[in-house]
């Protein structure tokens, strides 16, 4: 599988406080929120004694760690990112699709991790990303770049393959693979990067 050039264009650093691709403090006002960045659970030496994604937390695309235990009774969809990769189009368009039509009715929620490890497709730092997004209108949250794949893997990305295993190997093959959590941070769904986000609806309803 192969993917050609997507070349975006500069942009003005956007307001991401206002644009929504930062993940905020809380995600329901009357909610109580966590307190740490993180449980005592320690995600690096620990990874596969998980029991959700709950455990796990991850650093924003500004850098700000986040315990992804804010997400805690939304189904998600957790997916890796390219700028630069033939899939990149249709997945942002329909992937921010999703996120609008069900984040407020259904509390839908995406996290996309960018990634550089697939024919480096994803070279830019964090505010060419962000620059980059804007013309796809991005309002889901935004984390910063990360291996998905061998030794320095993020610890999350590690546990989440060993939980849907992928076709011949459990490594993730390409940019765009797509996850499906549950409200009870269990993973649930696995994608292909070949399957287009919209084509995942039907099955996203089940865990609303």
Not at 35 to 42: C, H, I
Not at 77 to 104: F, P, R
Request: proline share 3%; hydrophobic share 35%.
């Amino acid at each position: 599988m192969y993917c050609t050039l997507f070349i975006g264009t500069a942009s003005i650093f956007v307001l991401l406080a206002i644009s929504g691709i930062i993940a905020q403090d809380c995600e329901d006002k009357g909610a109580q929120c966590p307190t740490t960045p993180a449980s005592e659970f320690n995600q690096d030496t620990n990874w596969q004694s998980a029991t959700s994604v709950y455990d796990f937390h991850a650093n924003d695309i500004l850098g700000k760690d986040v315990s992804l235990d804010k997400y805690r009774g939304h189904v998600l969809i957790i997916v890796n990112v390219a700028s630069n990769c033939g899939l990149t189009d249709t997945n942002y368009k329909q992937l921010q699709e999703l996120y609008n039509k069900y984040s407020e009715k259904e509390g839908l929620r995406i996290l996309a991790f960018p990634s550089n490890q697939f024919a480096g497709q994803e070279p830019g730092t964090s505010q060419e990303i962000l620059n980059f997004v804007k013309q796809y209108n991005v309002t889901f949250d935004m984390f910063e770049k990360i291996d998905v794949n061998g030794e320095n893997a993020h610890p999350l990305w590690k546990w989440m393959k060993t939980q849907k295993e992928g076709l011949i190997t459990n490594a993730i093959k390409w940019n765009f693979t797509k996850f499906i959590v549950d409200k009870e941070g269990k993973v649930v769904e696995r994608f292909a990067p070949s399957t287009e986000p919209l084509s995942m609806e039907e099955t996203l309803k089940k865990y609303f």
